[in-house]
């Protein structure tokens, strides 16, 4: 798998979905404890913290609470961390150095990307391609609950016939719906 493309792509799909966040930085989003700029703050901040990953090699995680990154065009702000990280991760060896955690920061804009959407009232339809990969990339690998923490709430049951959206969010713990 190409996680470089994978996150271009996931976080190109999310940076859709941030013009209508400006406007609806004190609103709620799925993920309970966040507001969206609590949400938009955390995925300018994981892509900080991969971009030192990626650089100097993973230390820790992403802030938490994150720091306050959004100023008064959140779509900007993500948009400057989006280019910001993809221009480290192409450089030679980024990739590799960022190991693990670069698949992990693709599945991350793409859920986050659907909470923004639906927290503003937009389409939260994610290119199939990609939530069939996000889910690939994390089924069964957080089943420990000590493992879910925050971000991932415990795992909601959905038919095997599911779309894959729907498994991926499930098992991110969010409802499809």
């Given at each position: 798998?190409?996680?470089?493309?994978?996150?271009?792509?996931?976080?190109?799909?999310?940076?859709?979905?941030?013009?209508?966040?400006?406007?609806?930085?004190?609103?709620?989003?799925?993920?309970?404890?966040?507001?969206?700029?609590?949400?938009?703050?955390?995925?300018?901040?994981?892509?900080?913290?991969?971009?030192?990953?990626?650089?100097?090699?993973?230390?820790?995680?992403?802030?938490?609470?994150?720091?306050?990154r959004v100023g008064t065009d959140a779509?900007?702000?993500?948009?400057?961390?989006?280019?910001?990280?993809?221009?480290?991760?192409?450089?030679?060896?980024?990739?590799?150095?960022?190991?693990?955690?670069?698949?992990?920061?693709?599945?991350?804009?793409?859920?986050?990307?659907?909470?923004?959407?639906?927290?503003?009232?937009?389409?939260?339809?994610?290119?199939?391609?990609?939530?069939?990969?996000?889910?690939?990339?994390?089924?069964?690998?957080?089943d420990d609950p000590s493992m879910r923490?925050?971000?991932?709430?415990?795992?909601i049951e959905v038919p095997d016939d599911?779309?894959?959206?729907?498994?991926?969010?499930?098992?991110?713990?969010?409802?499809?719906?």
């Amino acid at each position: 798998m190409d996680f470089v493309d994978l996150f271009d792509r996931s976080s190109a799909w999310a940076a859709r979905k941030m013009p209508s966040s400006t406007d609806a930085l004190d609103g709620s989003t799925p993920c309970e404890e966040w507001n969206v700029r609590a949400l938009v703050n955390h995925m300018i901040e994981v892509q900080h913290w991969l971009r030192g990953a990626a650089t100097e090699g993973a230390s820790g995680g992403p802030a938490d609470p994150p720091p306050d990154r959004v100023g008064t065009d959140a779509a900007a702000d993500y948009e400057a961390a989006r280019q910001g990280t993809l221009a480290v991760l192409r450089e030679p060896g980024a990739a590799e150095k960022a190991g693990m955690f670069l698949g992990i920061c693709f599945v991350d804009q793409l859920m986050h990307g659907w909470d923004v959407a639906k927290a503003t009232g937009q389409d939260a339809t994610m290119p199939e391609d990609l939530a069939a990969t996000a889910f690939s990339v994390i089924d069964g690998r957080m089943d420990d609950p000590s493992m879910r923490g925050k971000n991932f709430k415990p795992r909601i049951e959905v038919p095997d016939d599911a779309p894959v959206q729907h498994k991926l969010l499930a098992y991110g713990g969010r409802g499809p719906q």
